[in-house]
């Protein structure tokens, strides 16, 4: 009877250490997890950091610009870039292509920071039933929006100095009997 119940006892410890186990397991893949995105975030701070004090520095700039300037050159020597002459037609048009994804997507990118900017809050995606000519008077109408909300904006900021100039003047003037304080 005494051991049985050793027995038993050893397996109830066994599982009460597995349980314990995998509970740390899961809180450190948590901290893992935060601790990677941290990293990430610290690591492109530095990053930033960095390329920002080589560009501050004249010399440092012109060693970085000539180091990869020698790496370019060693990689189209190696043929793992290749210029434009030596490109067929179908590689041109594949270059093209991307090129022309990346500046669309760039420029839908700097388009919806400059609508967040504003506070402009609308959908990004314009809907896929409309026709080219329907598309460009919608792309159109977004526009206009955002230019009247920004003269709007532009017109109360000036409204608003516009208002402390005459009260800087009328607390100055002796002369003048105003009620605005």
């Known amino acids: 009877m005494a051991r049985l119940r050793g027995r038993e006892r050893q397996r109830l410890v066994k599982e009460?250490?597995?349980?314990a186990r995998k509970e740390s397991v899961k809180k450190q893949k948590a901290t893992n997890a935060a601790r990677k995105q941290k990293s990430k975030e610290s690591r492109a701070e530095y990053f930033k950091l960095r390329r920002q004090k080589i560009k501050n520095d004249p010399e440092r700039h012109e060693q970085v610009k000539e180091k990869e300037r020698a790496r370019y050159?060693?990689?189209?020597?190696?043929g793992k870039i290749k210029k434009v002459k030596q490109m067929t037609d179908r590689e041109?048009?594949?270059v093209r292509k991307r090129r022309r994804d990346y500046a669309k997507k760039h420029y839908q990118n700097e388009k919806a920071k400059r609508e967040d900017e504003l506070g402009l809050e609308q959908p990004r995606n314009i809907p896929k039933h409309l026709t080219s000519q329907q598309e460009k008077s919608y792309q159109s109408k977004t526009a206009s929006k955002l230019r009247k909300i920004k003269?709007?904006?532009?017109?109360?900021?000036?409204?608003?100095?516009?208002?402390?100039?005459q009260r800087v003047s009328c607390i100055t003037c002796i002369k003048c009997i105003c009620d605005r304080k």
Do not use: P, Y
Request: glycine content about 4%.
């Open 92 to 94: 041109k048009r594949q």
């Open 16 to 19: 009460r250490q597995e349980v």
């Open 151 to 165: 003269a709007k904006e532009t017109r109360e900021k000036i409204n608003g100095l516009k208002l402390q100039l």
């Open 73 to 78: 050159h060693r990689r189209v020597a190696d």
